[in-house]
């Protein structure tokens, strides 16, 4: 398989989602390539200020009755 910055392999591969297979292999193309690399590298940054972001959320607003009223239908 050809990897390239764009592959979705590559964010399957920071979420370790791979099989042991495809991660060995996914590891050997990054290994070979400072710009898959930094994909990863990116992916990764993105990942954790995903999850850092989804274990605080905000509160969310309550519904005004209006806003309820138009929801029902």
Do not use: C, N
């Amino acid at each position: 398989m050809k990897i390239t910055p764009d592959s979705p392999e590559l964010t399957a591969f920071v979420l370790g989602e791979l099989s042991p297979d495809q991660r060995a292999e996914v590891e050997a193309a990054v290994a070979a390539s400072p710009e898959l690399a930094e994909e990863v590298a990116a992916l990764g940054r993105t990942a954790r200020s995903m999850e850092a972001w989804m274990a605080s959320p905000e509160p969310v607003p309550a519904l005004d009755p209006a806003q309820i009223g138009r929801a029902h239908v």
